[in-house]
C-alpha cells in the first residue's frame, strides 16, 4: 500500500520561513510527478508548485522567487522550501505524486493526508 506521508506545517510570522516533507512509502517501483497543492478555506485546491523526476521544476506565479520545490530520488521525498511567507500563503497543503507500484507499469495519482501553515501577521 503506497502512502504519502507530509510533515512540516505550522504557526510562523509573516515575512519567515518553513520547509515542509512528503515521504513516499510502500511498494515502489518509481515515482514521476511530484507536487504540492495548497486549499485555503473557501477556496478551490491549487497547484502551488510541481517537479519531474528529471528534475524540472514549476511554480504558481504567486510563490516564484518564495518557494523552492525539490526531491531526493533515493528517499521518494518531495521538499518545498517556503521563504517571506505572507498571510495569503495560509492553507492546507497536499502532497501528490505520480506513482506506479511493483507488479506494474501503470502510473496512479497518490495524495497525502494535508499539513496546515498558518501565517500570522
Known amino acids: 500500500q503506497v502512502q504519502l506521508v507530509e510533515s512540516g506545517g505550522g504557526l510562523v510570522q509573516a515575512g519567515g520561513s518553513l520547509r515542509l516533507s512528503c515521504a513516499a512509502t510502500g511498494s515502489i517501483r518509481s515515482i514521476d510527478a511530484m507536487r504540492w497543492y495548497r486549499q485555503a478555506p473557501g477556496k478551490q485546491r491549487e497547484l502551488v508548485a510541481a517537479?519531474?523526476?528529471?528534475?524540472?521544476?514549476s511554480y504558481a506565479d504567486s510563490v516564484k522567487g518564495r518557494f523552492t520545490i525539490s526531491r531526493d530520488n533515493a528517499k521518494n521525498t518531495v521538499y518545498l522550501q517556503m521563504n517571506s511567507l505572507k498571510r495569503e500563503d495560509t492553507a492546507a497543503y497536499y502532497c501528490?505524486?505520480?506513482?506506479?507500484?511493483?507488479?506494474?507499469?501503470?502510473?496512479?495519482?497518490?495524495w497525502g493526508q494535508g499539513t496546515q501553515v498558518t501565517v500570522s501577521s
Open positions: 517537479i519531474i523526476s528529471g528534475g524540472s521544476t
Open positions: 501528490n505524486a505520480d506513482i506506479s507500484e511493483y507488479g506494474t507499469w501503470r502510473f496512479r495519482a497518490y
